[in-house]
């Protein structure tokens, strides 16, 4: 069913909106609010259907490794059916392609549950207006033009425009990503073109409450809301395949080609030979079966796995097990600011008093920091410094014209509890030595006005009987029992200010030095600071008086620190090749601030706005987004913009967020990112990973992870790859050599397959990482899983292994020995010394021989379970081999051994060509 268009509503008066909806102040009929229901339909996200079960097996049987398999069982199966044998082979085949699928479907069955968790952000009870009364109903029946009536506690269930409002303050963090209340006017008309952030007159569904009530009419319901976009963008978000999946389906592709091509040949030379067909057919199914590394799905899957238990403990949780390698992939980190790459606590860094600018130190929370004072150029007629107390005054100011309380945790651990802007007065209190909780206990307030956006500011009365908290105030304060103070924005507080204190005490303001504190606040926010003015007012009688003739005590800014880690993260991720990228909805000179504190840009370099993109065309984004790192006042649907722009530049992207709106780009980038602690669950839903610390320093330590992955993932792709390569020339020989039958059969290539060359690569896997994983640059977007030399090393050590066992064979052949067990026992024991070879690229004898036990046991493991093969009876009997006599089995071993001898020798001689390289 189509859904109405939201209005600008923001750009209308409440009387323009009631007449564009058909609505008014006495709310919707009952039988109008039914006809239009019956039009739009309910007040409900609309989900998009995914895949289904039986699809998501279907397409596990597409991969074309599979497919050939799937065949090889079918040809196998009939040609045992016309010797008159049972068709284990072809039993066996089967099996491994079902398990195979089976473990491919247990991956991706995982119901996708972003869009439910939308939808559980609706509210179930609303306050409405019908037939001119207050009835509550279901939010899944409102329509437009419906009056609502909001409280504290409750969640906007629609988009709507605002008719009232008593100190409504609005939580849109879900939908904006910034964790502030936003105070709400009922009065303001704003530009058509306002982005999302800046809207104050409207609400928007899935927000929450937080502050006073408000009434509004219901401007955009179900998919037509801000929410509901969001849906639809999750709905249309691509899901980008990882590196790794594109590598294996290159690999697959590769391997099924090679092998068609490969039969073809042998077949053809075969018939010319005079091999019967039935023969080639036989070492045809083999060689199919060779070329296909069926335990390879199965190690990734481990070593994915593996790899996710070791970034748990690093704080970082994989929802996805190819997001593990991916990760080690990673060309671009676009980053939230709060709380990922800052602390998400407000903390004061610098106090304005007198002519005097004094540096706060200290991390977090803690009280514990130095006050570092610097005397400042004074406006004219002031003496320099400042007077006797006067700081102190500020300070125990900024405390008691708050609500935060600083408590210190069971764990030693300080918090806030309240507003984080007022909790940071409370802590710079505390560093000065100002006990918050005795101070307001000793001096009590009567009366305040609360903060609102249009006032701009909040003040207090408090009790001051013996006069000592207004001493520094001089004469103007004696004979005073209560003291007015307020704070506020700096041009606002100035205003009302008559006098102020510089280093000669309390004396009045002149317009020269009123504009050169108001010179004062600008330079601070300039610098990304969150600025605060103090002013008091002795004699002061309540709020019934006008905030006038104060005295300015000073100004206070604040910043939510970087995390200390973060600075030694942005500068590895450099080293790394890896591009971080800030993206915020915050204002554009604190993420300058931010972004040049922590070394991600100059401190002269470009912030791009949400408006900026909004306006560029697809074409100038992608070359914006390879040009600009930092970015502010970015709505969701931007942030999705630069992931596909630089994707559309072949980068590979990790995408962290928080929100509701960063669920699309979540969802779209290679790896989202989504946080552990203040993450909403649909962002958790949509993205790949969860970071458990909310911390940017721990995807950097997950993208090392990721690197130790690949390379581990690497490492046994060559080792499993080039003894595939090895069975596959043998089995082809052995026609093309005269012999008859088969020197594998596609059972004991199973075996190899699966126990031979799986058991020793997954403790490959295990392998702990070489130095310099993050000294090097990430592997190129992609490129081939055989780039970097393991094409060629496949081919080549695939050679070299078929060569000594072809020699084998023929020696066992002439010497009428059982060749084509002593073939089988040699591929498998040459395997064991090829698995201890892959390793490293140093000589072994460079390697600790100890630091991967579990090699050395699956080496003896495998080698144990082979020698079963041969001397058990219904083991010998099943997979079709020989009891070895000690002489033969010898000569197995001897052979086996020149590939590992060839393996280290030629490591050796390579070290020895670069040393030579690097002398000349």
């Known amino acids: 069913m189509s859904r109405p268009q939201s209005l600008s509503s923001h750009s209308l008066t409440p009387e323009q909106c009631f007449q564009e909806l058909g609505s008014s102040s006495s709310g919707l009929s009952t039988a109008e609010a039914a006809r239009r229901f019956a039009d739009a339909g309910p007040n409900r996200l609309e989900l998009a259907k995914g895949r289904s079960t039986m699809q998501i097996l279907w397409d596990q049987f597409s991969n074309v490794m599979l497919l050939m398999l799937l065949a090889v069982a079918a040809v196998s199966a009939a040609v045992a059916i016309h010797k ?12 491994i392609v079902g398990l195979n699928g089976l473990l491919g479907y247990l991956q991706e069955s995982k119901a996708q549950q972003a869009l439910l968790a939308l939808r559980n952000m609706a509210q179930p009870m609303v306050q409405v207006r019908r037939n001119a009364e207050w009835q509550r109903l279901p939010s899944e029946e409102l329509v437009l033009g419906d009056l609502i009536r909001l409280e504290a506690g409750d969640r906007v269930p629609a988009d709507a425009r605002l008719v009232e409002v008593a100190e409504l303050g609005v939580r849109e963090a879900a939908l904006t990503g910034e964790a502030e209340a936003v105070f709400k006017q009922a009065n303001l008309l704003l530009d058509a073109s306002t982005p999302l952030l800046e809207r104050q007159n409207c ?30 963008l999750i709905n249309t978000a691509g899901g980008e395949s990882t590196p790794l999946q594109e590598r294996l389906d290159g690999l697959a592709k590769v391997l099924v080609i090679s092998a068609l091509a490969l039969v073809a040949v042998v077949m053809l030379l075969g018939l010319l030979l005079g091999q019967s067909l039935l023969n080639l057919l036989e070492v045809s199914l083999s060689m199919a079966v060779a070329i296909v590394p069926e335990g390879l799905p199965a190690v990734i899957t481990v070593t994915l796995a593996i ?178 103070i307020s704070k506020g924005a700096p041009e606002v507080i100035i205003s009302n200010c008559s006098r102020w204190i510089d280093g000669s005490g309390a004396l009045p303001l002149s317009q020269e030095q009123q504009q050169w504190w108001l010179e004062q606040a600008r330079a601070l926010a300039a610098q990304g600071l969150r600025v605060l003015a103090f002013a008091c007012a002795p004699h002061h009688q309540s709020p019934d008086h006008p905030l006038d003739e104060q005295v300015l005590l000073g100004l206070m800014a604040q910043l939510d620190p970087a995390r200390p880690e973060v600075i030694k993260a942005i500068a590895t991720c450099k080293h790394a090749g890896i591009r971080p990228v800030m993206i ?43 040009q600009c790192s930092v970015y502010a006042r970015v709505p969701p649907e931007q942030k999705l913009r630069i992931v596909k722009a630089l994707q559309a530049n072949g980068q590979v992207v990790a995408m962290t967020g928080d929100g509701v709106n960063d669920a699309p780009a979540l969802k779209q980038a290679h790896i989202g990112v989504a946080m552990g602690i203040t993450g909403t669950e649909v962002s958790k839903e949509a993205a790949d990973m969860v970071l458990l610390d909310d911390n940017f320093a721990t995807i950097v330590s ?53 126990v031979t060359d799986g058991v020793p690569a997954l403790a490959l896997a295990l392998e702990p990482g070489e130095k310099g994983l993050m ?3 990430p592997a190129e977007p992609g490129e081939s899983i055989f780039a970097r030399g393991i094409g060629r090393y496949i081919l080549r050590v695939g050679v070299i292994f078929a060569l000594i066992v072809i020699a084998l064979m023929f020696y066992a052949a002439r010497h009428d020995s059982p060749w084509e067990t002593m073939v089988f026992t040699t591929l498998c024991l040459a395997q064991m010394g090829h698995a201890l070879s892959a390793r490293s690229d140093l000589p072994l004898f460079q390697v600790a021989p100890f630091s991967n036990p579990w090699l050395i046991w699956a080496v003896l493991l495998t080698s144990g379970l082979q020698l079963l093969l041969l001397y058990v009876p219904w083991l010998s009997n099943f997979f079709g081999t020989k009891a070895l006599s000690g002489h033969d089995l010898l000569i197995c071993v001897g052979f086996s051994f020149l590939l590992f001898l060839y393996l280290e020798l030629e490591k050796i001689w390579k070290q020895w060509r670069q040393k030579v390289a690097a002398h000349s």
Request: glycine share 10%; net charge negative.
């Open 84 to 95: 008159g044998v049972f068709p284990k082979d072809a039993i066996a085949i089967l099996v």
């Open 203 to 232: 609400l928007f569904q899935g927000t929450e409450v937080v502050r006073g009530r408000g009434v509004a009419v219901v401007t955009a319901t179900a998919m037509a809301t801000e929410l509901g976009q969001i849906a639809e």
């Open 307 to 484: 790899g996710t238990q070791r970034m748990v403990k690093r704080a970082a949780l994989i929802r996805r097990l190819p997001a593990v390698e991916a990760l080690g992939s990673v060309t671009v980190i676009c980053s939230d600011k709060t709380g990922t790459l800052t602390q998400n606590r407000q903390v004061v860094q610098e106090l304005r008093l007198g002519t005097e600018c004094i540096a706060v130190a200290g991390l977090g929370y803690s009280p514990q920091g130095e006050l570092t004072s610097q005397l400042l150029a004074p406006p004219p007629g002031a003496t320099p410094g400042s007077f006797v107390g006067a700081r102190q005054l500020l300070l125990k100011a900024g405390v008691l014209c708050s609500d935060a309380e600083l408590k210190q945790n069971s764990d030693g651990n300080w918090e806030i509890l309240g507003d984080p802007t007022e909790g940071a007065l409370v802590v710079v209190a505390a560093k000065d030595g100002i006990d918050g909780f005795a101070l307001r206990s000793h001096f009590n307030r009567f009366a305040e006005i609360p903060f609102s956006s249009e006032r701009q500011l909040m003040a207090v009365w408090i009790n001051d009987p013996s006069g000592n908290l207004q001493a520094p105030l001089g004469a103007a304060a004696d004979g005073s029992t209560q003291l007015l």
């Open 584 to 626: 915020t909805g915050d204002h554009p000179l604190t993420a300058k601030a931010i972004g040049s504190g922590i070394g991600l840009c100059e401190p002269d370099g470009q912030v791009v706005l949400g408006r900026e993109l909004e306006a560029a065309s697809d074409e100038k984004l992608r070359e914006l987004v390879m």
């Open 702 to 754: 997950a993208v090392e992870e990721g690197r130790l992955v690949y390379a581990n993932i690497r490492r046994f792709v060559k080792y499993i790859l080039g003894s595939n390569v090895g069975e596959l020339i043998t089995i082809a020989s052995a026609p093309l050599l005269g012999l008859v039958g088969v020197p594998l059969t596609p059972l004991q290539i199973l075996w190899m397959n699966l």
């Open 775 to 777: 000294d090097r640059a």
